[in-house]
C-alpha cells in the first residue's frame, strides 16, 4: 500500500490533468456517468502504478491511461448495446452577457453542428482530434498515448479533419 509521501507526490503531480482526462474520456466514451467512472477508474489505476512510473510527460502518461481505460472500462461494466448516447446541453458563453441574441443563436448553432460532427467521426479520428485540439497534445505526444507511430497520428489528423470538413459543410447544406 503506498504510503501518504506517495500519496501527495500522486496528488501534485496527476491532479493537475483532471479536466484533461475527464474530456477525453467524455469525448470517448459519449455518455457523462461513463466518462466519470472512466476518469475515477483511471485514477486508481494511475495511483496503483504511480511508483513504476519512470519520468516524462504526466500528462501524456495520464491519458494513455484514460485512452486504455476507455477502451476496456465498458466491456467490463456494461452488457453488450446498453451503453447511451452522450448528449451534452449546448450553453451559450457567460461572458458574453450582452450580446445580441442573433448571434449568440448562432454561435450555439455552429457549437451543436461542431459538437454532432464531431460525435460522427469514427473513435479513432474522434480521440486524435480531441487530443491536438482540444487537449493541446502535441503529435508526438498523441503517438505515445494511441500507441502509434507519428505517421499514423499525422494521417489520422489530416482524415479526422478533412471528415469534420465534409460532415460541418454537409450540415451547412442542409439547413440552407
Known sequence: MPGAATRER????VLPHLDA?????????RNEQDAQDVTQESFLRAFRFFDGY???????WLLTIVRNTCYTWPHRNRPP?????FDEEIHSDESSGGADPEI????????AAVHRALEELPDIFR????????????YKEIADVASVSL???MSRLARARTRLRQSLGAALGKES
Do not use: P
Open 10 to 13: 500522486f496528488e501534485q503531480a
Open 21 to 29: 482526462a475527464y474530456n477525453l474520456a467524455r469525448w470517448l466514451t
Open 54 to 60: 519512470q519520468g516524462g510527460n504526466m500528462r501524456a
Open 81 to 85: 448495446d446498453t451503453a447511451v448516447e
Open 104 to 111: 449568440q443563436v448562432l454561435a450555439n448553432a455552429d457549437k
Open 127 to 138: 480521440e486524435v482530434l480531441v487530443l491536438r485540439e482540444v487537449e493541446g497534445l502535441s
Open 151 to 153: 505517421g499514423t497520428v
